[in-house]
């Protein structure tokens, strides 16, 4: 069929336009930040409008066009190096990232809502604080602050979504040192996960290496697999909760936030006893629209609830693995296996709960977590590391304090023993 070909060629050559392949694109230079910031003011506008009536129509008609600005400018560009593939990684889930939230601020006919509106900017009971702020002004704040909101807190889209228990002090100057203490340990945790990462043959190159080592006999392999994957998902939390911490140092100390505006982002998912707990109390809630919007709404569409679970997790899956191979160009299955495996595996909870009557809880409950994350999810983090994962410093060496000191502590400490084996790893 001749035509079939044509039409694959062309939209192939359309997608290459849009996104080019990593050889075509522009080398990262610090002035084309200005380029991506001002990508960024179309979706700005389309924030805006999500908060006018009646702007329906206009907001579809729109999100074509401010789309292919926001690929097309993100993805104009690359971080040059292939130890870099993480920041690029980075660079491309954000942009898909803003685009599901264009489309999702497009396609509801209503516009966005705060909790208690009936429409934009009208209250089914006005608050008794609500101030007479010019009509534009408060839009284009509620343009602001939907742009740079992740879950939805005060907002119709965020109903349901699980806000963890505050644990720090609701006074401002406790609040700030209590964010800087916690900012500071989970520095010292993502640079001691990633210091370990970086001392694993291969895994530490920037063009990757298996985490399943072939040269090791199969118990220690499976050790030093199940090490790194553990190491990756600290660094992964330890990472999220840094950059949390300082958007809240900034949000509370400059822009004088109330810190009840800035909750817990996670809620020490390693104490999950059950998946449905892990997903949906404990791990962060900071993706879940974005997930929704790639997936889930299709699903829902087609098999209701159940749709909607589904959907949603292999969105999230397409999310993770798209970011990856829009840059490396290999798409690799295992990077959405574990997340199709996931409503499977939530799904074999709720018939342990209808044939035993007890929910998945307990000592068991959290084997079961740890092995459904730890063991099922090594071929995922396998996956990323193989294209590149590890090989870049998130922490620069000269401010490492695993780099600096613990390394040659636990190094000299080694040959002490005379452990020259570990002590070469060190070195």
């Not at 396609?107 to 006005?126: M, T, Y």
């Not at 997340?339 to 799904?347: A, D, E, K, S």
Request: a positive charge; one cysteine or more; proline letters at 7%.
């Amino acid at each position: 069929m001749e035509w079939v070909a044509v039409l694959n060629q062309l939209i192939y050559d359309v997608c290459r336009t849009i996104i080019p392949p990593p050889g075509d694109r522009i080398p990262m230079k610090p002035h084309h930040l200005l380029h991506l910031a001002a990508a960024l003011l179309p979706s700005v506008y389309m924030a805006y409008l999500a908060r006018c009536p009646e702007t329906y129509h206009l907001r579809l008609m729109l999100l074509p066009p401010i789309a292919l600005v926001t690929f097309g400018t993100f993805f104009r560009f690359i971080i040059s190096g292939a130890e870099y593939a993480a920041a690029n990684w980075s660079i491309a889930a954000f942009a898909i990232f803003i685009v599901s939230k264009d489309i999702d601020w497009a396609w509801r006919p209503e516009g966005i809502l705060r909790v208690g509106e009936e429409k934009p900017g009208v209250f089914i009971k006005p608050p008794p604080n609500q101030t007479g702020k010019c009509r534009s002004v408060a839009r284009f704040c509620d343009a602001l602050e939907l742009f740079c909101t992740q879950r939805g807190i005060g907002w119709k889209f965020g109903i349901g979504v699980h806000i963890p228990k505050e644990h720090r002090s609701p006074q401002r100057s406790a609040f700030l040192v209590q964010t800087l203490i916690s900012a500071l340990r989970n520095f010292v945790i993502l640079d001691a996960c990633e210091s370990f990462i970086k001392l694993v043959p291969g895994v530490n190159s920037p063009e990757g290496g298996t985490i399943f080592r072939p040269e090791l006999p199969i118990l220690p392999r499976y050790i030093l697999s199940t090490a790194v994957h553990s190491a990756s998902g600290c660094m992964f939390i330890a990472g999220f909760e840094l950059l949390y911490d300082l958007f809240a140092l900034l949000g509370v100390g400059l822009l004088h936030h109330d810190p009840s505006s800035w909750p817990p982002l996670m809620n020490h998912p390693w104490k999950s006893d059950s998946l449905h707990e892990f997903w949906a109390k404990r791990w962060h809630q900071g993706l879940r629209e974005t997930f929704f919007v790639c997936g889930g709404s299709a699903g829902g569409a087609i098999a209701g609830n159940i749709g909607v679970i589904f959907g949603t997790f292999i969105g999230s899956g397409l999310f993770h693995e798209l970011a990856v191979c829009t840059h490396s160009q290999r798409f690799d299955p295992q990077g959405i296996l574990f997340f199709v495996q996931q409503p499977l595996l939530l799904i074999l909870e709720r018939l342990w709960k209808r044939f035993t009557g007890h929910r998945v809880r307990g000592i068991y409950g959290r084997l079961w977590v740890y092995f459904c994350i730890v063991i099922l999810g090594q071929p995922l983090v396998d996956s990323w590391h193989r294209r590149g994962l590890g090989g870049e410093y998130i922490v620069n060496p000269r401010i490492s304090p695993a780099r600096l000191l613990l390394i040659p502590c636990f190094r000299w400490f080694t040959e002490v023993l005379g452990l020259r084996c570990v002590s070469v790893l060190l070195s």
